[in-house]
């Protein structure tokens, strides 16, 4: 095998393999797969070597047999070492630039330089609380708001918010407002809650047959019960299939249209799931199309008797493009498997709990954890999108920098389970909250912990001690 850098630069056969092998590798792995999907159609189209494969065919003939012999005759033993080393140099892809003669970083994604479409639902809610709400009910919203997951499900109930600094009607009066901000329904607590909100955000009455089939017969409508429901309520088929169709319009999760912007819009590159309580995650690629090499044009080369220069010189040229090609697509699957295994590995806490479980990264530390080059993981990571079961998320949602992108629901959370954990007869003051929050890789200042222990209704430590 190949590991030292002089080895790859006194080898110029092996670059010249390598570098349109790199270029293919550059141009995949920053495709989501519905693009790449797209990308192998349109190459089958142009190349007139390769051909479509089903998904259970192996491709590994494609790249363990060589794809033309300069001599007349075979010469299996270099052609065995060839491809042995063609594996090598691929191998070479995800490790740091040191170890090839290439460097990532020369060909950056400009898309990376840009934020990810959408506002958060956190921030998106709290502007509009912001411009709605001051004093005393701004104070409920903000811990209103800061219980919101990215579904728009409050999972905390009034009497909680409500404390002994606040009474329970003043918190369930600023829900009610926050249930009608923009999305329409997030702070629900029931499942019904908001498709009732817009069925009468729309105007429907409450005894209209919508809202009737939300409120008293979910189930029945979820498990398709049409004539249990149509005796139930009197109506005909016609009045049950459109008030259905209707029903079937509102958003049961609101907060995806802001947390996950393009959630409706991308098809997930990566699936995870809890399997007998392990966590699976895999590459959802299996739609994507397969492609081979066509063996008739390998069999030309091997006898090329009949076939005039230009046209063997055009083959060659085709076959050699189209296995390059192949070894990227195996390479970009490597790379992108090897990605969700580190986050998986990392950020488990979060596919586990939850979102107050999402520990601060930056792809940088990301990156050397995995010893890859940080260029290849931004590269991977754009306009890639991940399905748990707490929702879709783009790739970059798991990497924040530890200040300023770090979700403040989480500051909150954090600060909250750090006092009620410490030593009550020794309460933490705010500068030694501060240093807690900043070994979780959380840097705040000891006057933006006092900031936000205030929001919280939590006293300061001189109040504390028991």
Not at 140 to 165: C, F, M, S, W, Y
Not at 283 to 307: F, S, T
Request: hydrophobic share 35%; net charge negative.
């Amino acid at each position: 095998m190949y590991r030292k850098r002089n080895e790859l630069r006194q080898q110029p056969e092996l670059r010249q393999t390598f570098l349109p092998t790199l270029v293919y590798y550059l141009r995949l792995i920053e495709l989501p797969n519905l693009e790449l999907d797209v990308y192998l159609r349109q190459e089958i189209e142009s190349n007139p070597m390769l051909e479509e494969s089903s998904t259970d065919e192996i491709n590994n003939e494609n790249i363990e047999e060589p794809v033309f012999d300069d001599r007349e005759e075979e010469i299996p033993e270099k052609e065995k070492r060839e491809q042995e080393n063609e594996f090598d140099i691929a191998e070479l892809f995800a490790d740091e630039p040191a170890q090839t003669t290439f460097n990532f970083d020369e060909y950056r994604d400009p898309i990376d330089n840009i934020a990810d479409e959408g506002e958060r639902l956190y921030d998106l809610l709290l502007r509009q609380a912001r411009s709605q709400f001051e004093g005393i009910d701004l104070e409920i919203a903000e811990l209103v708001i800061v219980n919101i997951n990215e579904d728009g499900h409050l999972a905390t109930g009034p009497e909680e918010i409500a404390g002994k600094e606040y009474s329970i009607d003043q918190v369930k009066n600023i829900i009610k407002q926050i249930q009608r901000f923009d999305p329409v329904g997030c702070a629900w607590q029931d499942p019904r809650d908001p498709l009732m909100i817009q069925l009468a955000e729309l105007g429907f009455d409450e005894n209209s047959v919508e809202c009737q089939l939300v409120r008293d017969h979910l189930k029945e409508l979820q498990s398709n019960h049409n004539d249990e429901l149509m005796k139930k309520l009197s109506i005909t088929e016609t009045q049950l299939l459109k008030a259905k169709e209707m029903i079937l319009k509102l958003d049961p999760k609101p907060g995806w249209r802001c947390s996950n912007a393009r959630s409706k819009y991308v098809s997930c590159d990566f699936i995870v799931r809890w399997r007998e309580n392990n966590l699976i995650g895999h590459l959802n690629d299996e739609y994507i199309q397969r492609i081979r090499i066509k063996r008739q044009y390998r069999e030309i080369l091997k006898n090329p008797n009949g076939v005039n220069k230009e046209e063997l010189a055009f083959i060659k040229h085709k076959l050699q493009s189209a296995q390059n090609l192949i070894i990227a697509i195996e390479q970009r699957r490597k790379t992108l498997n090897r990605i969700l295994e580190g986050i998986l590995e990392f950020q488990k806490d979060f596919f586990r709990v939850g979102y107050d479980y999402l520990k601060p990264m930056t792809m940088t530390e990301f990156a050397r954890q995995l010893n890859v080059n940080p260029s290849t993981i931004s590269r991977a990571l754009a306009n890639k999108y991940l399905e748990s079961p707490w929702g879709i998320h783009s790739m970059k949602f798991f990497f924040k920098p530890a200040v300023a992108d770090t979700d403040k629901r989480i500051i909150f959370n954090k600060i909250k389970d750090i006092i009620l954990n410490e030593d009550k007869t020794a309460p933490l003051s705010d500068t030694q909250i501060a240093k807690k929050l900043s070994r979780d890789g959380i840097i705040i200042s000891r006057r933006t912990v006092s900031k936000y222990r205030d929001l919280l209704k939590i006293p300061a430590h001189q109040f504390r001690r028991s």
